[in-house]
C-alpha cells in the first residue's frame, strides 16, 4: 500500500528507485580505564585529523563551484588549532584518542549551536569531521554513501557537504534527509548538481533498504511503495518535462510574449563557469560576501575591483546585479569585531554594517564602479536589509556619488514590502529577497528545519507583500524582480509574475523550467494564477489551487467536430 510522507522539496525534479540509507557513523566503545600515554594519544589524533583534512582537499581538487568551497572549508576546520589544542587539554586528562576527539568536536558544536544562525547551521559540518577521524583512529569502515549496485534513492538522517559534494547524479536518483533546513548545504549542492532532495522529512527514518520509493522534490513529497501506477504517471510527467526544457531557449517571455528577464544567483566566483554558460539575461543576484567571509583580514580595494571585473567580463553584454556586503550578526567577519547581539537576525547586519562602517560600503561601491567602467556588462548595484526610505535615499546617494548609475535595494524587511511606494521613489528598482522576507514576516528562522511550513514562499501573507511591492513599483515604473528561492519554483514564478513582478533570478539549473514554465501562460493567466494564490487560505490550498488552474490553462482545447 502507497503510504505518503512529507518533508520540504528543497531541489526539484520526480523520481523513482530504491533506497539506500548511509552507512551508520562510528560508534566509540566503552572509554577504558587503563593509564594512556598524553602525547601519544594527542599525536594519534592529530595524525587521523591530518589524513580526514588531506582526503578533503584531494576530493576538493577534483571538484569545482559550490562543492569545492565546501570540502575546502571542511578540511579547514579539520586543520584547525584550536581543535587540536581542545584535544591535546583532553589526552592530558586522561582520554585516549577517539574519546578526546568525539568530546573536542562536541564542545566546538555546542558552542556554535549556542551562537545560533547561520554558524549553528554549520554545526552538523563537525559531525562528519568526527566522525570520519573517530573512524580511522578505530579502524572501522568510513562512514559515508552506499554503492548498492544499481541506481538508487539515497536517504539519511542528515548528508554531510563531504558526502553530498561526491554525489554521482548517474548513481544517485534522490536524496531524502530527517534533518536539514531550506537553506543548508544538502540543498544548495543537490540543486547544483541537478539532483531532487527533500528534506526535513521526519518519517524517512522509516524507509528500508530496497524499498521502492518516489520522490517529488518540487512538492516536498515521498511516497513509499508507490505501486506501478504512480511510478508511470510520474515518468511521463518527467519525460514531458525533459522535452519542454530542451525546447527552452532565449530570453524569459510570456506565451504573449511579454518581457521577464531571466536570470542567475551567483554566490562565489566557483559559480561563475557553469553560470555564464547558462541561456541566461544576466546576474540577478552577486552576494558579494564569498570575498569577505572566511578570512583574517579584509580584501584589497584591488582584490574586489577584480573579482567584480570578472564576472563583469563573464557577463559582457548583459545585466549584473552586484549586492553590497550582507554580513554582520550570525555572518561575522573577523577583522570587524561586534558585540555579541542575543537576536543575530534582528541585529547590526547587512545595509546596517554599512552604516556603521561607511568605509566598507564606500569602498566596495568604488571597486563595484571602476570595474564596471572597464566592462561591458550593465552593471546594477542594490543594498541588503533595508528597512526604511531613508536608508534607502542614503544608499542611493552614496551609489550615485560613485558614478553607479542604476541603484537599488531588496525588499527583504517586511517594511520595506509596506512602504515599497516610499522606497521606490529613492530608487530605480527593487529585488525581492523572499527568503529573508519569509523569516521577518512569518517570524520563523530561515534555517530551521523544523518551520519549514512557516517559511513556504507560498505562504498568503508572503503573497501579499510581494504583491504590494510590485504594485509600487508598477505606479512609479520602476522594475521589481524577485530574487529569493521563490523565484526557482517554476508554479510560483507564475504567480509572481501575475503579481506584477518584472524579472527573476535563481540558481542557473532552475531557469530551464521556469523558462519553459513562462512560455506556456500568458500573462493574463499568470494574473488568474496569482489571484488564485492570493485567495487561498493556506500554502497548501494556494499551491493546489494554481497547479489545478495552470492545469487546466495548458490543456489542450477540445475540437469540435463538426
Ligand atoms: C533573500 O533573502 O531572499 C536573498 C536572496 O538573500 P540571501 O538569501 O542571500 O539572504
Ligand atoms: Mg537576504
Given at each position: 500500500?502507497?503510504?505518503?510522507l512529507?518533508?520540504?522539496?528543497?531541489?526539484?525534479?520526480?523520481?523513482?528507485?530504491?533506497?539506500?540509507?548511509?552507512?551508520?557513523?562510528?560508534?566509540?566503545?566503552?572509554?577504558?580505564?587503563?593509564?594512556?600515554?598524553?602525547?601519544?594519544?594527542?599525536?594519534?589524533?592529530?595524525?587521523?585529523?591530518?589524513?580526514?583534512a588531506?582526503?578533503?582537499?584531494?576530493?576538493?581538487?577534483?571538484?569545482?563551484?559550490?562543492?569545492?568551497?565546501?570540502?575546502?572549508?571542511?578540511?579547514?576546520?579539520?586543520?584547525?588549532?584550536?581543535?587540536?589544542?581542545?584535544?591535546?587539554?583532553?589526552?592530558?586528562?586522561?582520554?585516549?584518542?577517539?574519546?578526546?576527539?568525539?568530546?573536542?568536536?562536541?564542545?566546538?558544536?555546542?558552542?556554535?549551536e549556542?551562537?545560533?544562525?547561520?554558524?549553528?547551521?554549520?554545526?552538523?559540518?563537525?559531525?562528519?569531521?568526527?566522525?570520519?577521524?573517530?573512524?580511522?583512529?578505530?579502524?572501522?569502515?568510513?562512514?559515508?554513501?552506499?554503492?548498492?549496485?544499481?541506481?538508487?534513492?539515497?536517504?539519511?538522517?542528515?548528508?554531510?557537504?563531504?558526502?553530498?559534494?561526491?554525489?554521482?547524479?548517474?548513481?544517485v536518483?534522490a536524496?531524502?534527509?530527517?534533518?536539514?533546513?531550506?537553506?543548508?548545504?544538502?540543498?544548495i549542492?543537490?540543486?547544483?548538481?541537478?539532483?531532487?532532495?527533500?528534506?526535513?522529512?521526519?518519517?524517512?527514518?522509516?524507509?528500508?533498504?530496497?524499498?521502492?520509493?518516489?520522490?517529488?522534490?518540487?512538492?516536498?513529497?515521498?511516497?513509499?511503495?508507490?505501486?506501478?501506477?504512480?511510478?508511470?504517471?510520474?515518468?511521463?510527467?518527467?519525460?514531458?518535462?525533459?522535452?519542454?526544457r530542451e525546447?527552452?531557449?532565449?530570453p524569459?517571455r510570456?506565451?504573449?510574449?511579454?518581457?521577464?528577464?531571466?536570470?542567475?544567483?551567483?554566490?562565489?566566483?566557483?559559480?561563475?563557469?557553469?553560470?555564464?554558460?547558462?541561456?541566461?539575461?544576466?546576474?540577478?543576484?552577486?552576494?558579494?560576501?564569498?570575498?569577505f567571509?572566511?578570512?583574517?583580514?579584509?580584501?584589497?580595494?584591488?582584490e574586489?575591483?577584480s573579482?567584480?571585473?570578472?564576472?563583469?567580463?563573464?557577463?559582457?553584454?548583459?545585466?549584473?546585479?552586484?549586492?553590497?556586503?550582507d554580513?554582520?550578526?550570525?555572518?561575522?567577519?573577523a577583522?570587524?569585531?561586534?558585540p555579541?547581539e542575543?537576536?543575530?537576525?534582528?541585529?547590526?547586519?547587512?545595509?546596517?554594517?554599512?552604516?556603521?562602517?561607511?568605509?566598507?560600503?564606500?569602498?566596495?561601491?568604488?571597486?563595484?564602479?571602476?570595474?564596471?567602467?572597464?566592462?561591458?556588462?550593465?552593471?546594477?548595484?542594490?543594498?541588503?536589509?533595508?528597512?526604511?526610505?531613508?536608508?534607502?535615499?542614503?544608499?542611493?546617494?552614496?551609489?550615485?556619488s560613485?558614478?553607479?548609475?542604476?541603484?537599488?535595494?531588496?525588499v527583504?524587511?517586511?517594511?520595506?514590502?509596506l512602504?515599497?511606494?516610499?522606497?521606490?521613489?529613492?530608487?530605480?528598482?527593487?529585488?525581492?529577497?523572499?527568503?529573508?522576507?519569509a523569516?521577518y514576516?512569518?517570524?520563523a528562522?530561515?534555517?530551521?528545519?523544523?518551520?519549514?511550513e512557516?517559511l513556504?514562499?507560498?505562504?498568503p501573507?508572503?503573497?501579499?507583500?510581494?504583491?504590494?511591492?510590485?504594485?509600487?513599483?508598477g505606479?512609479?515604473?520602476?522594475?521589481?524582480?524577485?530574487?529569493?528561492?521563490?523565484?526557482?519554483?517554476?508554479?510560483?514564478?507564475?504567480?509572481?509574475?501575475g503579481?506584477?513582478v518584472?524579472?527573476?533570478?535563481?540558481?542557473?539549473?532552475?531557469?530551464?523550467?521556469?523558462r519553459?514554465?513562462?512560455?506556456?501562460?500568458?500573462?493574463?493567466?499568470?494574473?488568474?494564477?496569482?489571484?488564485?494564490?492570493?485567495?487561498?487560505?493556506?500554502?497548501?490550498?494556494?499551491?493546489?489551487?494554481v497547479?489545478?488552474?495552470a492545469?487546466?490553462q495548458?490543456?489542450?482545447?477540445?475540437?469540435?467536430?463538426s
Amino acid at each position: 500500500m502507497a503510504r505518503w510522507l512529507h518533508g520540504l522539496g528543497v531541489s526539484a525534479g520526480e523520481v523513482a528507485g530504491p533506497v539506500a540509507r548511509l552507512a551508520a557513523p562510528p560508534s566509540l566503545p566503552e572509554a577504558g580505564t587503563a593509564a594512556v600515554d598524553p602525547e601519544l594519544e594527542a599525536g594519534r589524533a592529530a595524525v587521523a585529523l591530518a589524513a580526514v583534512a588531506d582526503d578533503l582537499e584531494q576530493r576538493a581538487a577534483g571538484l569545482s563551484g559550490a562543492a569545492r568551497d565546501v570540502l575546502t572549508a571542511q578540511a579547514l576546520i579539520a586543520r584547525d588549532p584550536v581543535l587540536q589544542d581542545g584535544i591535546s587539554a583532553l589526552t592530558a586528562d586522561g582520554q585516549d584518542a577517539p574519546h578526546a576527539v568525539d568530546q573536542a568536536f562536541g564542545e566546538h558544536r555546542r558552542a556554535l549551536e549556542a551562537a545560533g544562525g547561520y554558524l549553528a547551521e554549520r554545526a552538523s559540518d563537525l559531525d562528519d569531521l568526527r566522525d570520519r577521524a573517530v573512524a580511522r583512529l578505530l579502524g572501522l569502515p568510513m562512514p559515508g554513501v552506499p554503492d548498492p549496485g544499481e541506481p538508487f534513492v539515497l536517504v539519511a538522517i542528515d548528508l554531510a557537504p563531504a558526502d553530498t559534494a561526491m554525489l554521482d547524479p548517474m548513481k544517485v536518483l534522490a536524496i531524502v534527509t530527517e534533518r536539514g533546513g531550506p537553506t543548508g548545504h544538502t540543498a544548495i549542492l543537490a540543486k547544483q548538481l541537478g539532483i531532487p532532495a527533500v528534506t526535513a522529512c521526519a518519517d524517512a527514518a522509516t524507509l528500508t533498504d530496497g524499498q521502492i520509493v518516489l520522490v517529488d522534490g518540487a512538492n516536498g513529497e515521498v511516497v513509499a511503495d508507490p505501486g506501478e501506477q504512480l511510478i508511470e504517471d510520474a515518468q511521463r510527467r518527467r519525460h514531458a518535462q525533459i522535452a519542454r526544457r530542451e525546447r527552452s531557449r532565449g530570453p524569459g517571455r510570456t506565451a504573449d510574449d511579454r518581457s521577464i528577464p531571466l536570470l542567475v544567483n551567483l554566490g562565489g566566483p566557483g559559480d561563475l563557469g557553469a553560470a555564464a554558460l547558462e541561456d541566461s539575461e544576466g546576474v540577478g543576484l552577486l552576494r558579494t560576501e564569498f570575498l569577505f567571509l572566511d578570512r583574517p583580514t579584509a580584501p584589497t580595494f584591488d582584490e574586489q575591483r577584480s573579482a567584480y571585473g570578472a564576472v563583469f567580463d563573464a557577463f559582457a553584454g548583459r545585466r549584473v546585479v552586484v549586492r553590497t556586503l550582507d554580513v554582520g550578526a550570525d555572518k561575522p567577519l573577523a577583522y570587524l569585531p561586534q558585540p555579541e547581539e542575543p537576536n543575530p537576525a534582528l541585529g547590526v547586519r547587512g545595509l546596517r554594517l554599512a552604516q556603521a562602517n561607511p568605509q566598507l560600503l564606500d569602498d566596495q561601491l568604488r571597486a563595484i564602479a571602476e570595474a564596471a567602467a572597464g566592462s561591458e556588462a550593465e552593471v546594477w548595484v542594490m543594498a541588503p536589509m533595508v528597512a526604511t526610505a531613508a536608508e534607502a535615499r542614503m544608499f542611493a546617494e552614496t551609489a550615485r556619488s560613485h558614478g553607479l548609475k542604476k541603484v537599488g535595494v531588496m525588499v527583504e524587511v517586511p517594511s520595506a514590502a509596506l512602504t515599497a511606494r516610499q522606497i521606490l521613489e529613492h530608487v530605480d528598482f527593487a529585488s525581492i529577497g523572499t527568503n529573508d522576507l519569509a523569516q521577518y514576516t512569518l517570524a520563523a528562522d530561515r534555517l530551521a528545519g523544523e518551520l519549514a511550513e512557516l517559511l513556504d514562499p507560498w505562504q498568503p501573507a508572503l503573497l501579499r507583500l510581494i504583491a504590494e511591492t510590485a504594485s509600487a513599483g508598477g505606479g512609479l515604473q520602476r522594475s521589481v524582480g524577485v530574487c529569493g528561492e521563490a523565484a526557482s519554483d517554476a508554479m510560483l514564478a507564475l504567480v509572481l509574475v501575475g503579481l506584477g513582478v518584472t524579472s527573476l533570478s535563481m540558481a542557473p539549473v532552475c531557469l530551464p523550467d521556469v523558462r519553459a514554465e513562462l512560455a506556456g501562460h500568458t500573462l493574463e493567466q499568470c494574473r488568474e494564477l496569482a489571484a488564485a494564490a492570493l485567495a487561498a487560505p493556506t500554502a497548501v490550498d494556494a499551491r493546489a489551487a494554481v497547479a489545478e488552474l495552470a492545469g487546466k490553462q495548458t490543456a489542450a482545447p477540445e475540437v469540435v467536430q463538426s
